[in-house]
């Protein structure tokens, strides 16, 4: 089993609507970080979190340590937020390196 | 995010080649970490360094691949022999203090072992 689940794992949804995907994890972590990745592009950084929420234009990320546990919105969607969307945490006692989750395709079509 | 420079992009070597990917970090951050992300699949530590000692090289395989981040320079990855399954997009991330703090990605190097 994956350290890092994400779900789901292909998301498709009309412009506008509101998107959620989700990350659990299985192992102690003292950060976690939600990124973007274009189709043949580079990653871009979105958040990173070690508790609560933080908000950035259409985008919320919200983390719950006790359930191990984290959520990212984006709100009003539009077909440029299509893209891979890659939660990683540092694990605890872990290697230095981040450890991913397999990623949530996401298309918005318009 | 356009700090972290990665080159070259795209990369094609043949089989028994030497591959060299090089980053150069943001200004400001000591830290660097490699990146592999296979066809199809997820992306996996490989290994993490500072200015001139490699930290943990625990995801790096053991044998052909080296890594290393002189004081003067970027920070370059080495492959020796390249074989078909090394082809893969390697990214490249810097931060300032570690992956407790915000990490930036490069645009990735694209290899391709022909």
């Known amino acids: 089993k994956n350290e890092v689940e994400q779900s789901p794992q292909n998301l498709t949804a009309q412009e506008g609507e509101f998107i959620t995907i989700n990350c659990s994890y299985s192992?102690?972590?003292?950060?976690l970080h939600w990124l973007q990745q274009h189709p043949g592009g580079g990653i871009v950084s979105l958040f990173m979190?070690?508790?609560g929420k933080k908000k950035h234009g259409r985008l919320i990320a919200t983390i719950n340590i006790q359930e191990k546990h984290s959520s990212l919105h984006i709100t009003a969607s539009h077909p440029r937020d299509s893209a891979v969307y890659i939660c990683?945490?540092?694990?605890?006692?872990?290697?230095?390196?981040?450890?991913f989750g397999k990623g949530t395709h996401l298309i918005i079509q318009p | 995010n356009a700090g972290v420079m990665q080159n070259p992009r795209h990369l094609v070597r043949r089989r028994g080649q030497e591959a060299r990917l090089r980053c150069s970090p943001m200004?400001?951050?000591?830290?660097v970490y490699w990146y592999r992300q296979l066809p199809e699949e997820g992306l996996k530590f490989m290994v993490y360094?500072?200015?001139?000692?490699?930290?943990?090289e625990s995801g790096m395989p053991k044998e052909r691949f080296s890594a290393e981040f002189p004081k003067e320079g970027p920070s370059i990855l080495r492959i020796q022999q390249v074989v078909r399954g090394d082809s893969a997009a390697y990214f490249c991330?810097?931060?300032?203090?570690?992956?407790?703090?915000?990490?930036?990605f490069g645009q990735g190097t694209r290899l391709t072992v022909v």
């Open positions: 991330a810097s931060s300032s203090q570690g992956m407790n703090t915000e990490a930036f």
């Open positions: 192992v102690g972590i003292s950060a």
């Open positions: 979190l070690s508790s």
């Open positions: 990683a945490v540092r694990v605890r006692g872990g290697a230095d390196g981040l450890t």
């Open positions: 200004k400001g951050h000591s830290h």
């Open positions: 360094l500072q200015k001139e000692n490699i930290i943990d």
